[in-house]
């Protein structure tokens, strides 16, 4: 019984290792130099070469794709949270006729994917003379991000009592006073759970992103990387695999220190009533 | 109250500036769409009005099917084969100790957080035909028969980018099922096992049953997110070798931006529109009847 135990523990330490082997293989592979990573594509490195790095620094552009990929995420960040929440407090909250009508025209926006609007978001983004700045990503990130925003914070928004805003309203605040002093500290929570939402989305976008971010001075990690990655070829292994985990260290950063929360915000959705 | 905070000046700067961001970007957009896949377009100009000529031609075109039939294989693959597989890591998930439960979450979510672009290029390595993870293998245990070119023979091709898709979030998912089954109370399994119900019983006369709604929200997600499937086969194969990995997102970025026929592109893109719009009406009509809420 005892022996059955310890073998099923042994099979799930396994399968858990399984979905860390990449990082094991992207640590290792990075460390390689170009020799080794063709003789011993799979094992532990012989000796521990730095080169990689250096080399992927200076001729990578990971900190212009990194500031690139940063400012898409906080950008879009940033203009969700605002807008999707001051919408969401007028529909759980405000008067107004057509509230249940403009929750239905929101969730709408769950249901198309964005790959499928990519061929006409080009031309609008063209059309708006946006195509090379960061405004091209950010706002059509943005506008299809607000409906699952919009949601939720709906959502939690209806649960809070009235007397809230009774109270502030005695005290002769106005509307937006209420809704930044008072109402916006305790929709946090619900904010954090988007932000990590939108952040893990963003910062992964492909589709859009490679479409849009065609100048290399506007690319994000993604398709920085994708560029860089071709231009290498299937040359040198050892410095993929340092780009790669260069341009994964802040996500795998991020993932470390606050991946209790980040499944919280992920199953977020999966549960809520 | 109400009276005093709904003026129309502060419902307009409540609501207007989400409900322009996404009318713009998210709605307006179907529209050009429409309109375009009407039309003969390059990307610059409207060389005229064609009817429906473009979704003639797109539908005549061998790629076309093809694409289909990649896709729906993904989606095949993503719902027969990882719905299945993650319901079962998330009912072990579930009888495992604290920290090995801990651990393996910790380790399962993973391949979900990295990017595209890092999972597509990992799995390049390990498919690759001379040194690669999966050949290696084969040959140190004697299967040298087995090797295959994975990433550039016709057959091999799609399933195996399909594991790759399978491997990043199998384990999202089996999370996901997981925080279902933790809502379900505890007493449910206690009386069960009193009546000396079996480990697989509990399985799937109580906690399947119970996570209908669960089930459902991953369905949607992990049907919405297959069919739109498009970044794993732009890295790893750029939809080659020929067009046999092309699913129909690349088709349709293949058309408008690859040979700047934007009329064809856009009717690709309404054609699987409706594709999409009718299964996410028949899961939301018939799986699970409860209500969905994101």
Known sequence: ?273 | MNKYFSTKMSLFVFAAPALLLFTVFCVYPLLPEIWMSLHDHDGFRNLGFVGLDNYREVLSMPSFWTAHRNTYLIVGISLLLGLPLSMMLSLFMDVQTPRLRRFFKTAAMFPAILSVTVVAQIWLAFYEPNWGLFNSILHSIGLSDWTHSWLTEKKTVMPSIGLSFLWQYIGLNAILFYTGIKTIPKDYYEAALLDGASFAQVCLKITIPLLQNVIKYVLILSTLGSMAFYSHVRVMTAGGPGDTSRTVIYQMYYMAFDTSQFGKGTAIAVIFILQCLFISFVIQRFVARGKLEF
């Not at chain 1, 007028?90 to 006729?97: A, E, F, H, P």
């Not at chain 1, 939402?197 to 994708?226: C, H, M, Y």
């Open chain 1, 1 to 273: 019984m005892i022996f059955l135990k310890v073998l099923s523990r042994l099979f799930w330490v396994a399968v858990g290792c399984t979905f860390l082997f990449p990082l094991y293989w992207m640590v290792t592979m990075s460390l390689k130099s170009k020799n080794e990573a063709y003789a011993n594509p799979f094992g532990i490195p012989a000796s521990w070469d730095w080169l990689n790095f250096g080399e992927a620094l200076s001729k990578y552009h990971f900190y212009t794709y990194f500031q690139n990929s940063l400012i898409y995420t906080a950008g879009t960040i940033a203009l969700t949270l605002t807008t999707g929440s001051m919408l969401a407090y007028c529909l759980s909250r405000m008067q107004w006729k057509f509230n249940s009508a403009a929750l239905f025209y929101v969730s709408l926006g769950l249901i198309v994917p964005i790959e499928v609007v990519v061929i006409p978001l080009f031309q609008l983004i063209k059309t708006l003379h946006i195509k090379n700045s960061y405004l091209g990503l950010i706002l059509p990130y943005s506008g299809f991000a607000i409906a699952s925003c919009v949601l939720m914070l709906y959502a939690f928004l209806r649960s809070l009592p009235k007397e809230l805003e009774e109270a502030s309203c005695m005290d002769g605040a106005n509307v937006y006073q209420t809704y930044f002093r008072i109402i916006f500290p305790i929709v946090m929570p619900a904010l954090m759970t988007q932000c990590v939402l939108i952040f893990i989305r963003i910062w992964n976008e492909f589709p859009l992103a490679f479409i849009i971010a065609s100048k290399d001075q506007f690319r994000p990690l993604t398709v920085g990387l994708l560029s860089y990655f071709i231009n290498v070829g299937v040359a040198d292994w050892g410095l993929i695999g340092a780009s790669m985990l260069l341009s994964s260290l802040p996500m795998i950063i991020v993932y470390l220190i606050g991946n209790e929360k980040i499944e919280n915000a992920l199953t977020a959705g999966a549960i809520l009533k």
